[in-house]
């Protein structure tokens, strides 16, 4: 199992930046992906951008491309997520999850098999 941490979520004003950064420990070396994901309340959990570990491919939603930037430090095992020109419509929690079992992309969040507790990121208008 790998633990994840997130930090960085906060409150903003539309059109600002949050950074998020998303600190993997536990068996970490046998990620293939990271994920974000978010959470708004009463939707379901929706994916937001994800990384290979190794090579650093990405991909990300429609909804955000464009406007956040995915990353990673091998050597700190952290994923970031830099979210720019935020809109109020990205408030949620957002989550990072791993996912050890497959080499290929997934925006299923069932599929990925370690999550961290969350954190909240708050846009007003």
């Known amino acids: 199992q790998v633990q994840l941490v997130e930090s960085g979520g906060g409150l903003v004003q539309a059109g600002g930046s949050l950074r998020l950064s998303c600190a993997a420990s536990g068996r970490s070396f046998s990620t293939n992906t990271m994920g974000w994901f978010r959470q708004a309340p009463g939707k379901e959990r929706e994916f937001v951008a994800a990384?290979?570990?190794?090579?650093?491919?990405?991909m990300y939603s429609d909804s955000v491309r464009g406007r956040f930037t995915i990353s990673r430090d091998n050597a700190k095992n952290t994923a970031y997520l830099q979210m720019s020109s935020l809109k109020p419509e990205d408030t949620a929690v957002y989550y990072c999850?791993?996912?050890?079992?497959?080499?290929?992309?997934?925006?299923?969040?069932?599929?990925?098999?370690?999550w961290g507790q969350g954190t909240q990121v708050t846009v007003s208008s």
């Open positions: 990384i290979y570990w190794s090579g650093g491919r990405t």
């Open positions: 999850a791993a996912d050890s079992a497959r080499t290929y992309f997934t925006q299923v969040p069932k599929l990925y098999d370690s």
